[in-house]
T-cell receptor
Framework: GQQVMQIPQYQHVQEGEDFTTYCNSS?????IQWYKQRPGGHPVFLIQ?????EVKKQKRLTFQFGEAKKNSSLHITATQTTDVGTYFC????????????FGQGTTLQVKP | NAGVTQTPKFQVLKTGQSMTLQCAQD?????MSWYRQDPGMGLRLIHY???????DQGEVPNGYNVSRSTTEDFPLRLLSAAPSQTSVYFC???????????FGPGTRLLVL
């Protein structure tokens, strides 16, 4: 079945450093979504990418969708303490609309 | 709008007991789904529904039943709870199966 792998599992950075998490799918995706979960909270939608090679930016966050639509990345520039949380990628395979499969997540800790 | 609501917030069960986790949304979303979240495992899809009267299995459906008699409600039933079902359960809804998910606050379940 469809699998979504995400690395690293944990990342500790000093405030101001950059951060990147990578996501790989075992199948070609129709779209990929990113979510953020704060400690003790629920996942909150950040963005959706649908086109091959797509790049989207939200302030200090840059999201990319690979050319083959099997991988994605999230890059945060100059991290802040408010970026703390777990970032999940989640993908929908072609022909499997309805099954949004999540990666294991990357937990980001930011030292002030 | 209340968004996605889940009850109860916390529950302790004994092995073999049954219970129903409630989920409701007031956004008139056609799509609803249930996930469980365990440490290091990300969110795993249990069951999902693309509309009233239609349900399908996700990645980890065993031990859980669902039904969707109305657009608003999507309850998750544990027929005979097992310690392996100790987890945090999230319900999510979406306009379509391909769209972004709105998550509820979660139900923390402990099975002794």
């Amino acid at each position: 079945g469809q699998q979504v792998m995400q690395i690293p599992q944990y990342q500790h950075v000093q405030e101001g450093e950059d951060f990147t998490t990578y996501c790989n799918s075992s199948t070609t995706l129709s779209n990929i979504q990113w979510y953020k979960q704060r400690p003790g909270g629920h996942p909150v939608f950040l963005i959706q990418l649908v086109k091959s090679g797509e790049v989207k930016k939200q302030k200090r966050l840059t999201f990319q969708f690979g050319e083959a639509k099997k991988n994605s990345s999230l890059h945060i520039t100059a991290t802040q303490t408010t970026d703390v949380g777990t970032y999940f990628c989640a993908g929908i395979s072609w022909g499997n609309t309805g099954k949004l499969i999540f990666g294991q997540g990357t937990t980001l800790q930011v030292k002030p | 709008n209340a968004g996605v609501t889940q009850t109860p917030k916390f529950q302790v069960l004994k092995t073999g007991q049954s219970m129903t986790l409630q989920c409701a949304q007031d956004m008139n979303h056609e799509y609803m789904s249930w996930y469980r979240q365990d440490p290091g495992m990300g969110l795993r899809l249990i069951h999902y529904s693309v509309g009233a009267g239609i349900t399908d299995q996700g990645e980890v459906p065993n031990g859980y039943n669902v039904s969707r008699s109305t657009t608003e409600d999507f309850p998750l039933r544990l027929l005979s709870a097992a310690p392996s079902q100790t987890s945090v359960y999230f319900c999510a809804s979406s306009v379509t199966g391909a769209g972004s998910r709105y998550f509820g606050p979660g139900t923390r379940l402990l099975v002794l």
